[in-house]
Each structure stands twice: as structure tokens, then as C-alpha cells.
T-cell receptor, first 114, second 112 residues
Framework: DSGVTQTPKHLITATGQRVTLRCSPR?????VYWYQQSLDQGLQFLIQ???????AKGNILERFSAQQFPDLHSELNLSSLELGDSALYFC?????????????FGPGTRLTVL | QKEVEQDPGPLSVPEGAIVSLNCTYS??????FMWYRQYSRKGPELLMY????GNKEDGRFTAQVDKSSKYISLFIRDSQPSDSATYLC????????????FGKGTKLTVNP
């Protein structure tokens, strides 16, 4: 158990809908990262927040947004969902700001868009 | 050309075999090289982390980086059934726009 929690574990929704994924980092970790993992693209870095501020951006679509709250939990919002958004979404956390810092991954949220 | 290429396998070996997993990358600006292990239905976990060319050993695992050929490898000695997982290589570029790029992963099965 990495200490990172993600909810929900599974999410099934329809195209065009909006969903919110939630992540609680390990106790004391200030950085939260979001990743998307699909069979086609593999694991792709989406975005990083450090202590409430956006710090690094990867291949995140404009339809997706994230934020980190004062209690350090983070939410990833996915809107206008398409079939291709079906994937595993992982959250990871680390203690420091640098993306090279060891990241601890959560168990993931499996999103299915029908 | 993808920034990180990794043979997806699958790779099936008998217990006790030496396993070699490999990746190539295209951007010479990548500075850090990592290997993650991902068990089925779990998140990835960091196995090895290297900064420069050369070898790094941790128990039965050895990570090797050759920056001149942009080639990274993970060797597993005396492989065990518990090593059965998907192994992902990752590379990181710092400075300016930080970028962390993963390979697609190689699925390894170690048969008892």
C-alpha cells in the first residue's frame, strides 16, 4: 500500500458527460501528479501540482482540468467525455517539488466511457 | 518517432532465468532514467533510478544506461514468479519545461 488513495475505483459514464476523480496524497507529501494509462498510449503524464500551485504540465487535454486544495487532496475533472477517454487514471504523490522526486502511485480509477 | 520506445513483449521465462528488458529514447536532453514495476490492477512502483550512464545494482536488479546509444536496460537475475509484472521504463528532462516520458511497458511472466 503506497499511502495514496484514489476514489472512485471504477466509473462508468456516457459520452459528453463530466466526471471528477479524487486523490489523497501520502501524509506529508506536497506534490500530486496525474497520469492516464491506456493500451494505445501507455502511461502518460498529465499534470503536477505542488502545494496548491500547478507546477508542470504534460499531455493534458483542454477538456481536462485539475486542482489541488489547501488540504493537499487533488481532483481531476474530465468533461465532454469521449470514448477515447476510457483509461486508467493514476494519481501519484511525492514530498518535493521536483518531478524527479520518487513518486508513489495510487491504485488508480478505471474510467469507462460508453 | 516516439520519445521512448519499449518492446511490449510479452516475455515469458522460466524461474531462475536472467531477464533483459530494454528501452530506447530519442531526446538526448533526457537526464534521469527510471524503471517502474506494475503488477496487474495496481499502480506503478519505482524500482530503479539512475542519473548518468553506467550501471546501478540493487539486489537482483541492475539498471544500465548508455547515453551514447540512448539505450536503457534492466536486468533481473535469478528471476522469480513474483517478478511477473509489467515493467515500464521512464525518462525525465529537467530545466525549462520538465518532461517525464514513459515507455509502454513490457509484460513479463516468470514460470515456476
Amino acid at each position: 500500500d503506497s499511502g495514496v488513495t484514489q476514489t472512485p475505483k471504477h466509473l462508468i459514464t456516457a459520452t459528453g458527460q463530466r466526471v471528477t476523480l479524487r486523490c489523497s496524497p501520502r501524509s506529508g507529501d506536497l506534490s500530486v501528479y496525474w497520469y492516464q494509462q491506456s493500451l494505445d498510449q501507455g502511461l502518460q503524464f498529465l499534470i503536477q501540482y505542488y502545494n496548491g500551485e500547478e507546477r508542470a504540465k504534460g499531455n493534458i487535454l483542454e477538456r481536462f482540468s485539475a486542482q489541488q486544495f489547501p488540504d493537499l487532496h487533488s481532483e481531476l475533472n474530465l468533461s465532454s467525455l469521449e470514448l477515447g477517454d476510457s483509461a486508467l487514471y493514476f494519481c501519484a504523490s511525492s514530498g518535493l517539488a521536483g518531478i524527479a522526486d520518487t513518486q508513489y502511485f495510487g491504485p488508480g480509477t478505471r474510467l469507462t466511457v460508453l | 518517432q516516439k520519445e521512448v520506445e519499449q518492446d511490449p513483449g510479452p516475455l515469458s521465462v522460466p524461474e531462475g532465468a536472467i531477464v533483459s528488458l530494454n528501452c530506447t529514447y530519442s531526446n538526448s536532453a533526457f537526464q534521469y532514467f527510471m524503471w517502474y514495476r506494475q503488477y496487474s490492477r495496481k499502480g506503478p512502483e519505482l524500482l530503479m533510478y539512475t542519473y548518468s550512464s553506467g550501471n546501478k545494482e540493487d539486489g537482483r536488479f541492475t539498471a544500465q544506461v548508455d547515453k551514447s546509444s540512448k539505450y536503457i536496460s534492466l536486468f533481473i537475475r535469478d528471476s522469480q514468479p513474483s517478478d511477473s509484472a509489467t515493467y515500464l521504463c521512464a525518462t525525465l528532462k529537467q530545466g525549462g519545461s520538465e518532461k517525464l516520458v514513459f515507455g509502454k511497458g513490457t509484460k513479463l511472466t516468470v514460470n515456476p
